[in-house]
């Protein structure tokens, strides 16, 4: 069973940084997606960023584009979200999200497309307030 624990949430200035961490567990393909959706109140839930494990393909929505960079570290099974340039349009719950449905994935996060499946973490909550 898949087991995904997120940390690095937290409060920070607008213009400030976090960097979010997510370790993966009870999972052994190596073809999938694992990256980051996020939920504001009263919002729906945002795709934010995803990589493609196969190639390592990174993917982001307009919304983040040159400001959220991810990465993953193999030998610890662990993904992280580096945000910078933090704006208060930011602050969500922010979800570690893992799915072998990688073209669904990639338009959930490119389009906005709805995300009807994956293995999710618990989520940490990053607040952008000054």
């Known amino acids: 069973q898949v087991h995904l624990v997120e940390s690095g949430g937290g409060l920070v200035q607008p213009g400030g940084s976090l960097r979010l961490s997510c370790t993966v567990s009870g999972f052994t393909s190596d073809y999938y997606a694992i990256g980051w959706f996020r939920q504001a109140p009263g919002k729906t839930r945002e795709g934010v960023s995803c990589v493609r494990t196969v190639d390592g393909n990174t993917y982001y929505s307009d919304s983040v584009k040159g400001r959220f960079t991810i990465s993953r570290d193999n030998a610890k099974n662990t993904v992280y979200l580096q945000m910078n340039s933090l704006k208060p349009e930011d602050t969500a719950v922010y979800y570690c999200?893992?799915?072998?449905?990688?073209?669904?994935?990639?338009?959930?996060?490119?389009?906005?497309?709805?995300?009807?499946?994956?293995?999710w973490g618990q989520g940490t909550q990053v607040t952008v307030s000054s």
């Open positions: 999200v893992l799915d072998t449905s990688i073209p669904d994935y990639i338009a959930a996060v490119v389009y906005g497309a709805p995300m009807a499946h994956g293995s």
